[in-house]
């Protein structure tokens, strides 16, 4: 598994209605190895792992699968009997059909709709009532868990022509770019959607029973971390990093290793709205998030597998990337 990170406006998200459900958010965030004090950190960032399994403990505390962003709760199941009516599809088209049409039975304030043209094909979301206002939070995840179970069922990552929110963005733009794979990504829009080629429509289903069974074990972590084949220039040298950190390769390494220019290299990271530097300080965030949960080893041990030659230079990168020092966010765990 990748080791990724999350921003901390996403686990405030999850949160936001726990205290009016009479949950202790603090409990949460303990209960699941997450520092209550990075919560006030706009920059923090959290283990992926963590943050599956603060939105998974906070679903059942809650039991809604909408974490109290519906007129009505969303009760533990709805998920897997909408999996369950949707894996027998034979093409993402049904598929994303019978999705839809399983959501819209529910009131969430924002239903999908599956809609088709001559050449596109999108997901939009519809508010139920004239006046209902934006819920930035529950739009996101729709569309996140549109697109990431769509990729799933087809095992492919499936390209996006353009991600659309009505509401001005709520955390940074790379948090989103993150979110939607480099797909582009545009706020204040008229309507919230996803929009893709009308052929991916026709792609075969390739998931079974025997691989739902998987996949129900733990959907948010699977759809927060699955790599498949078809991934993106950024995806590539993630890895690529991810495999060397003891000896960081620069980008000419790189390229090489993809078999590529250089400069072609630098244009395609450009286009999906990353660069070389930032992938490489992202790794190595993510990497250092990752060991900081894990029990027995040192700062020192984990600034070298963060691919640090001295502590020091750790430390001080680390307080840039959360606010904290890494001693203080371990203390919080």
Same mark, same amino acid.
């Given at each position: 598994m990748r080791d990724l990170s999350i921003s901390v406006y996403f686990a405030r998200a999850v949160l936001k209605n726990a205290v009016a459900r009479g949950l202790d958010p603090v409990s949460l965030l303990r209960e699941n190895r997450i520092s209550p004090r990075l919560m006030a950190e706009d920059?923090?960032?959290?283990?992926? !792992?963590r943050f599956a399994d603060l939105n998974v403990s906070t679903m059942r505390a809650m039991d809604d699968e909408s974490l109290g962003y519906g007129v009505r709760r969303l009760p533990m199941g709805c998920w897997s009997m909408m999996c369950q009516a949707v894996i027998s599809a034979e093409t993402l088209g049904q598929a994303l059909?019978?999705?839809?049409r399983f959501y819209q039975l529910f009131e969430l304030c924002w239903q999908p709709v599956l809609e088709e043209d001559d050449e596109s094909a999108r997901v939009r979301l519809y508010a139920k009532g004239t006046d209902q206002q934006p819920i930035p939070y529950l739009q996101e995840l729709m569309l996140f868990n549109t697109h990431r179970f769509a990729s799933w069922l087809v095992q492919e990552h499936i390209p996006i022509q353009a991600v659309d929110f009505n509401f001005p963005p709520q955390a940074q733009n790379q948090d989103y770019r993150h979110m939607f794979l480099a797909n582009p990504v545009q706020f204040e829009q008229p &309507? @919230? &959607?996803l929009v893709f080629s009308r052929t991916q429509l026709e792609k075969r289903v390739t998931q079974n029973e025997s691989s739902l069974r998987h996949f129900l074990r733990h959907p948010v972590l699977i759809m927060l971390t699955q790599d498949y084949a078809a991934n993106s220039w950024t995806a590539r040298v993630r890895d690529i990093i991810r495999r060397r950190l003891k000896e960081i390769p620069e980008l000419n390494d790189v390229a090489d290793t993809l078999d590529?220019?250089?400069? @072609?290299?630098?244009?395609?990271?450009?286009? !999906? =709205? @990353?660069t070389f530097k930032d992938i490489k300080n992202q790794v190595r965030r993510d990497t250092a998030l990752h060991f900081l =949960?894990? &029990?027995g080893l040192s700062i020192e041990e984990i600034a070298h597998r963060a691919g640090f030659s001295e502590s020091s230079a750790f430390i001080r990168a680390f307080k840039g990337w959360t606010g904290i020092t890494p001693y203080t966010y371990r203390k919080g765990l």
């Open positions: 920059n923090a960032r959290i283990s992926i !792992e059909a019978r999705y839809c &309507q @919230t &959607q590529i220019h250089p400069q @072609t290299l630098r244009r395609r990271l450009a286009s !999906e =709205g @990353t =949960g894990k &029990q």
